[in-house]
């Protein structure tokens, strides 16, 4: 029933930012969630970059990205974001964002709820 929809990747130049929303139509399972933003390039697996819990608001992060990158969402929680600064080439990837019940988990097999994703090419 959840539907989840980011918009925001595009091409960028190594240094540079990006922020990246993902949009929610439809209830969350219960009060008691977690919105992750996972990342994919091509060849590699899916890997955790950020999670935010729907019931005060903690935020985690990977340490690669820890101190560059800053998840939020709006005031009434249907909108979450993922401010990118000082952009890597590694940090190339398709970005999901996905939500699962209960605790944050940074394993991508324990959400339910996945949006088709937002490409992030960063150049040299």
């Known amino acids: 029933q959840v539907q989840l929809v980011e918009s925001g990747g595009g091409l960028v130049q190594a240094g540079g930012s990006l922020r990246l929303s993902c949009a929610r139509s439809?209830?969350?399972?219960?009060?008691?969630?977690?919105v992750a933003w996972f990342r994919q390039a091509p060849g590699k697996e899916r890997e955790f970059v950020a999670a935010?819990?729907?019931?005060?608001?903690?935020?985690l992060y990977r340490d690669s990205v820890k101190g560059r990158f800053t998840m939020s969402r709006d005031n009434v929680a249907i909108t979450v974001f993922l401010q990118m600064n000082n952009l890597k080439l590694e940090d190339s990837a398709v970005y999901y964002c996905a939500l699962k019940s209960w605790m944050p988990t940074m394993n991508p097999g324990d959400y339910a709820n996945w949006g088709q994703g937002t490409p992030v090419t960063v150049s040299e």
């Open positions: 935010l819990r729907s019931i005060g608001g903690t935020v």
């Open positions: 439809g209830r969350a399972p219960n009060s008691f969630y977690a």
